[in-house]
């Protein structure tokens, strides 16, 4: 069964800490990876999308790592802000037309 | 311009009403989605179209019905839902075949089943 795991589900930083979100999925054959951002009762935003064929992907204070050998996503943001809290999603797509795949999400609280 | 709309932000119907939820983006992409998103759950997929024709459908119940008129506007018709039916609504669109490209999301509309 293909599935996305992200943990922790709950994480709490000083405002300025560099921090990781960890996303791990069971089937290496991915197509491509997206990391999302929701806050509360909002839409989601899509924050990067890492092809297959990939590493990594940076934009602004955000990188995102892929290592499919290994089903890992990892998401860097450097000096947290307190605007940067919110819940991250990690999504996988493992076909060419098919549906991606949501891990349950990070909440994260970056406290001033 | 990265914007996918949706109306209304806020719905509250009967269950014996009849409702639609729109959605449009004017970035010319050719797959559009809808999701239902309960409370601190992810996302679940309810239907896609690719080129304006259904290509997936999770198995969602008949009081659901989708509609895709052009490619910009992609709808949701209710009819006889239940309370365990209320959720944010969420569209999505993304470019080239359906699921292949980013996913761009709408706000959301935030259905209330009385």
């Known amino acids: 069964k293909q599935e996305v795991t992200q943990i922790p589900a709950a994480l709490s930083v000083p405002e300025g800490e560099n921090l990781v979100l960890n996303c791990s999925f069971t089937?290496?054959?991915?197509?491509?990876l997206q990391w999302f951002r929701q806050d509360p009762g909002k839409g989601l935003t899509s924050l990067l999308l890492?092809?297959?064929?990939?590493r990594e992907q940076t934009s602004g204070r955000l990188n995102a790592s892929l290592d499919k050998s290994s089903g890992r996503s990892t998401l860097y943001i450097a000096a947290s802000q307190p605007g940067d809290s919110a819940t991250y999603l990690c999504a996988v797509l493992y076909n060419q037309g098919g549906k991606l795949i949501f891990g349950q999400g990070t909440e994260l609280s970056v406290k001033p | 311009d990265t914007e996918v709309t949706q109306t209304p932000k806020h719905l509250v119907m009967g269950m014996t009403n009849k409702k639609s939820l729109k959605c449009e983006q004017h970035?010319?992409?050719?797959?559009m989605y809808w999701y239902k998103q309960k409370a601190k759950k992810p996302p679940e997929l309810m239907f896609v179209y690719s080129y304006e024709k259904l290509s997936i459908n999770e198995s969602v119940p008949s009081r659901f019905s989708p509609e895709c008129p052009n490619s910009s506007l992609l709808n949701l018709h209710l009819h006889a839902l239940q309370p365990e039916d209320s959720a944010l609504y969420l569209c999505?669109?993304?470019?080239?075949?359906?699921?292949?490209?980013?996913?761009?999301f709408g706000p959301g509309t935030r259905l209330t089943v009385t």
């Open positions: 999505a669109s993304s470019g080239g075949l359906a699921g292949v490209g980013e996913q761009y």
């Open positions: 890492i092809q297959s064929s990939q």
């Open positions: 970035m010319g992409h050719r797959a």
């Open positions: 089937d290496s054959a991915i197509y491509n």
